[in-house]
């Protein structure tokens, strides 16, 4: 069964940048769509970010979210620019053998146990 690994976050100042990085450790992600997910307490999970296997992705954080793929290393990437104290949240990658119908929660099927990013001075 595919397993996600989600590293990368921490606490971070407004502003700030970090790089969220999700891999299966034994498992190659070229075939397969990967979405990134946020939860803030007391908050449902919304969509980030989501990549197909040919690289075409869809962002809700446009402007200064990128998420980019790298099937060599087997990781698909968040970079997260500017970052804000309302993108504090436990982010979470996805991962479901593509073409999925939306960038949703409710279309994959694999999940990681998620690493929380908070923005705060």
């Known amino acids: 069964q595919l397993q996600l690994v989600e590293s990368g976050g921490g606490l971070v100042q407004p502003g700030g940048s970090l790089r969220l990085s999700c891999a299966a450790p034994?498992?190659?992600?070229?075939?397969?769509?990967i979405g990134w997910f946020r939860q803030a307490p007391g908050k449902e999970r919304e969509w980030v970010s989501c990549?197909?296997?040919?690289?075409r992705h869809t962002n809700s954080v446009s402007g200064r979210f990128t998420i980019s793929r790298d099937n060599v290393k087997k990781t698909v990437y968040l970079q997260m620019n500017g970052l804000k104290p309302e993108d504090t949240g436990v982010y979470y990658c996805?991962?479901?053998?593509?073409?999925?119908?939306?960038?949703?929660?409710?279309?994959?099927?694999?999940w990681g146990q998620g690493t929380q990013v908070t923005v705060s001075s």
């Open positions: 996805a991962a479901e053998r593509g073409p999925v119908a939306s960038c949703s929660a409710h279309s994959f099927y694999s």
């Open positions: 990549i197909s296997s040919s690289g």
């Open positions: 034994g498992f190659t992600l070229d075939d397969y769509v």
